[in-house]
């Protein structure tokens, strides 16, 4: 709705109001309209269009007041009305994204009333059930509740909230909510239970907005929506609307500010202030006259009558005491509340204007103490009250209480018997009788000074020597990084405070109610303490101090207007000047030597010590692992998080120490770290040097060989290998770890004598018949149980050959290697190569080891009665074989064959029709065989490395005359033994 009486001047001059909107066609070919309805009078007030292009496009209609649709005497209701014209037969759609009518009011005299609208919802916003929704359009409204940012200064406002809204039934409903506070604003329910759109306003809803001082900061606002049951409200807009009349249309009005004396109800004279600043500004009245016992408040005026608002931050009386002799008397005021603070319930509350109470700061005179308060309550009875927060405890008669509605002040009796005696931290509490409001607007402490005596000041002086604590002495010296604490304490005459200076030279100087200055520099200056108690400072020792400092030490008062010092003290005995400083020892190097296991590491360094006050100091070294962090001195030191190696004595320079190694201990560099003290046990500042020393690797040994036991060796596989075991010994102090796997072997071989190894230490020396070289060994289970374990045992099995040469008998017709013993050797070596071997101290025979092979079967064919061999060429062949260690001859025997082996009941051939021979024969010629055992010279030779060793017999046999047919069988024995050791 327009009311052209909102605004003044008039906008409605010729071409003061235009009409625009932002308008899109989505077809070039079509056209967009919107145009401004008169919906009071039924008329068009003005139209826009837009097309040729989709793009968005601004497009404003000027000087609307002149068209004869414009209605300027009435209060009209306007809207905006869309169309789309399809210009090109396909169809037609178009876009606004606003609209607004735009009101132009200028006068050389300024504007005086005018209308503005706060817009919130601004597209269609629904909800459909009985609770209040947001809407979520929130508009910031701070109508000066923020004083750097003012908004309607200087005039009259007023404010009413608008919507366009609908209902599909019962009962729609729209507020405006202050969306900050979480509450609705009185009054502005607007309600409609039209199907179709209207605009409802409210009734003027300015006492219900949010202000001062109930906010003190600016608010959002909201529309809520809601429907009487489950229909849908419809807003399509909704606004806070604000009337503004009388706005200032001059410069800034003037703020005054005057002193009141309400007992005689008049203006002091000549207290009056005034400023017609915008900025903070301290104005301070001429010299006024004030009468005792009268009451004074403070009152504000302002010469605007537009609204215009004004701020007071603090008014204050300022008395001007003087007089020759000093000031005898006064009042002081000690504020506590400055700003309204109110409570409602029956509990105290505290306002949390807190003051330090320090009596120590009001002497030399007599002082009186009251509790007074500004006070009003709503009703029933208002109570303040001032409390100890340090002691959580009342001060005692200091309850003030009001029935006035209107603001008066209170004062308690004289609370000097209840004050603290010591520095508390003090605050006002308010409460009511009832749930009523008790409002402060102000509270204090008067204290009332009278009797002040004005005395000549005199320097403090001290009551006990100064002293260094503890005595920083040549045999006790404060090391340079630590502190040197100096105590004293000392009197002032006039109970002033006082600083503890402790200075280089012998001269100080008083400060102006501030700490003291040494004239040549200071050690240290205490921070400040009372009279007669003690005072302390530190001073912290430099790398560049001289071993022994000289110190003064002074005392000083704390005095506005410049204080005094006593004279200087060096106390007396050790814990007087001066104060001894140790430096750090020097240390640049530290290193070890390289020794074996069970041998002695020297550890040296390059250390020494400059000190020489008292007694030149002296320096030891404490050598620690290398996972060491720190040293803890004593007998013996410790290493904390590592081990110790060795301390050195207390020496001039250079100190040294020996750690002896372990006599099992791994080789190789270890990396330690070296630690320097002084004789105060102050550690270097290079603290701590690192380096390595190195632990030899030494060679393994071997012990306790023993071969098969310490048995003579017995083969007893036919044909192939015997296992012959080889233990040992193995001792490394490196640790048994150092022993690599596989780097223990056994050789085995016979000799003449002791040391045969050298012709068997090789594999390619190997020979089954007298060398076994480097057979592998493997380490005996629960063997070498760790790095500090030097000893281990191994077992060496040799597989060792049928046809090994036997050494066992006492000439050469027992065995060409008669005189030959069979030894062994067990060499091993470490990781880095070094070994060491030996030869069993008891060797062993190989005994001889008679066996042989002979091939199964003779088969002599088909024969006839009174046939031989000879007749069908058939002479079978029979391969002994040597499958032991020595040449072999044979006894031969045999049994006669028969046609029922093996019973032989029946029909038989005689063992003596077979002949055999060691060559091949004619049947006759061969030597018949025996039934019983007969010994011949078979002379198989030796098997060996080289091949084995065989020998043929050859058979024959003749059938009897009369020798019924039928398959014959037998069986014919070879028994072996040792041959002649020449047919070998």
């Avoid at 071409?15 to 008169?38: M, P, Q, R």
């Avoid at 609370?415 to 749930?435: E, F």
């Avoid at 074996?596 to 692992?625: E, H, L, W």
């Amino acid at each position: 709705m327009y009311d052209q009486d909102k605004y003044n001047p008039s906008p409605e001059t010729s071409g003061d109001v235009s009409f625009e909107s932002t308008l899109k066609i989505d077809n070039s070919g079509d056209t967009i309209y919107a145009e401004l309805y008169n919906r009071t009078n039924s008329t068009t007030v003005a139209t826009l269009s837009h097309t040729g292009d989709t793009d968005w496009v601004l497009v404003s209609a000027a000087d609307v007041d002149g068209d004869a649709d414009w209605d300027t005497t009435n209060d009209d209701d306007y809207e905006v009305r869309v169309r789309c014209s399809d210009d090109n037969g396909g169809g037609c759609s178009g876009n606004i994204a606003n609209a607004k009518i735009i009101l132009d009011q200028s006068d050389s005299g300024g504007i005086t009333d005018l209308q503005l609208v706060h817009q919130q919802i601004n597209t269609l916003f629904t909800d459909s059930d009985t609770g209040y929704s947001d809407s979520d359009y929130l508009s910031r409204f701070n109508p000066e509740l923020e004083s750097t940012q003012v908004s309607f200064a200087g005039s009259d406002v007023s404010y009413f909230f608008e919507t366009t809204m609908k209902t599909a039934g019962g009962t729609g409903y729209a507020r405006l909510n202050n969306d900050s506070a979480g509450s609705a604003i009185s009054s502005s329910e607007l309600t409609t239970t039209s199907a179709t759109y209207e605009r409802v306003r409210s009734s003027e809803i300015t006492s219900d907005m949010p202000s001062y001082p109930g906010y003190n900061r600016a608010q959002n606002l909201d529309t809520q929506v809601k429907n009487s049951a489950t229909n849908t409200t419809s807003v399509s807009n909704s606004w806070l609307v604000i009337e503004v009349n009388n706005l200032l249309t001059a410069g800034a009005p003037t703020v005054y500010a005057d002193l009141y004396n309400t007992t005689d109800d008049v203006q002091i004279s000549g207290s009056e202030v005034s400023t017609s600043s915008t900025s903070w500004t301290r104005v301070r009245s001429s010299s006024i006259t004030l009468t005792t016992g009268k009451e004074y408040i403070v009152r504000v005026h302002t010469s605007d009558s537009n609204n215009v608002p004004f701020y007071i931050a603090n008014a204050k009386i300022i008395l001007d005491q003087s007089a020759v002799d000093g000031v005898l008397n006064l009042e002081l005021i000690h504020q506590y509340i400055n700003t309204l603070a109110t409570d409602s319930d029956t509990t105290y509350s505290y306002t949390n204007f807190y003051n330090l109470f320090s009596p120590a700061n009001l002497s030399g005179g007599s002082f009186t103490y009251y509790f007074e308060a500004t006070l009003k309550t709503s009703a029933g009875t208002g109570y303040a009250r001032l409390y100890n927060q340090t002691d959580n405890s009342i001060v005692t008669g200091s309850e003030l209480t009001t029935t006035s509605s209107n603001y008066e002040r209170v004062r308690s009796g004289d609370l000097s018997a209840n004050m603290p005696v010591a520095g508390k931290t003090l605050d006002t509490q308010v409460k009511n009788s009832a749930s009523n409001t008790t409002s402060s607007s102000t509270s204090w402490i008067i204290i009332q000074a009278s009797d002040l005596r004005i005395l000549p000041n005199s320097a403090p002086s001290f009551t006990s020597t100064p002293v260094e604590n503890p005595a920083s002495i040549s045999t006790t010296p404060t090391d340079a990084g630590s502190g040197v604490t100096f105590e004293a304490t000392a009197e002032d005459p006039e109970s002033h405070q006082y600083f503890l200076a402790i200075c280089k030279t012998d001269g100080a100087s008083a400060g102006d109610d501030s700490a003291p200055t040494c004239t040549g520099g200071e050690w240290c200056v205490s921070s400040v303490a009372n009279s007669g108690e003690q005072s302390t400072c530190t001073y912290t020792t430099q790398a560049g101090d001289s071993e022994s400092e000289d110190w003064y030490a002074f005392v000083c008062d704390k005095v506005a207007g410049g204080g005094l010092c006593s004279s200087s003290s060096q106390g007396s005995g050790d814990s007087g000047s001066p104060f001894k400083v140790n430096h750090t020892p020097l240390f640049s190097l530290a290193s070890g030597n390289s020794a074996d296991p069970a041998g002695t590491i020297t550890f040296t360094s390059t250390a020494s010590d400059t000190d020489t006050d008292g007694t030149a100091d002296q320096v030891k070294m404490v050598v620690c692992t290398n996972t060491t962090t720190a040293v803890v001195l004593g007998s013996p030191s410790t290493c904390t998080g590592g081990t110790l190696y060795c301390e050195s004595s207390l020496g001039a320079s250079d100190p040294t120490c020996n750690y002896n190694l372990p006599s099992v201990i791994q080789d190789g560099n270890t990396t330690f770290r070296a630690f320097v003290f002084d004789s105060h046990d102050l550690g270097s500042a290079s603290n701590y040097v690192s380096n390595t020393f190195t632990v030899n690797n030494v060679a393994p040994s071997v012990s306790g060989v023993i071969l098969n036991g310490g048995s003579d060796i017995s083969l007893s596989n036919p044909g192939g290998n015997t296992n012959v075991s080889v233990t040992a010994t193995v001792t490394d102090n490196n640790s048994c770890e150092d022993v690599a796997a596989g780097n223990v072997t056994a050789s085995i071989y016979h000799a003449l004598a002791s040391g045969g190894y050298s012709s068997c230490d090789d594999n390619g020396e190997d020979d089954t018949d007298s060398c076994y070289a480097l057979e592998a060994c493997t380490l005996d289970g629960g063997s070498c149980t760790g790095s500090s374990d030097a000893t281990e045992t191994y077992t060496c099995t040799v597989a060792v050959a049928y046809h090994a040469d036997p050494t066992s008998g006492a000439g050469t017709s027992d065995s060409p290697w008669w005189d030959h013993e069979w030894y062994g050797t067990v060499e091993a070596e470490d990781d880095t190569g070094l070994s060491d071997d030996i030869e069993v101290g008891t060797p062993v025979e190989m005994e001889d080891y008679i066996a042989l092979n002979v091939t199964s079967s003779i088969n002599y064919g088909a024969l006839l009665p009174d046939q031989d061999s000879e007749d069908i060429s058939v002479y079978p062949e029979t391969t002994v074989t040597a499958y032991g260690n020595v040449g072999l001859d044979s006894y031969l025997s045999g049994a006669n064959m028969c046609d029922d082996w093996p019973t032989c009941l029946g029909n038989t051939i005689s063992v003596g029709f077979q002949e055999h021979a060691f060559s091949t024969f004619i049947y006759g010629a061969g030597t018949d065989l025996a039934g019983t055992p007969t010994e011949y010279e078979l002379n198989c030779t030796k098997s060996t490395s080289a091949g084995q060793g065989t020998k043929i017999i050859y058979w024959g046999i003749g059938i009897p005359n009369g020798t019924l047919s039928g398959v014959y069988q037998g069986s014919n024995t070879i028994d072996s033994v040792k041959g002649e050791t020449s047919d070998w």
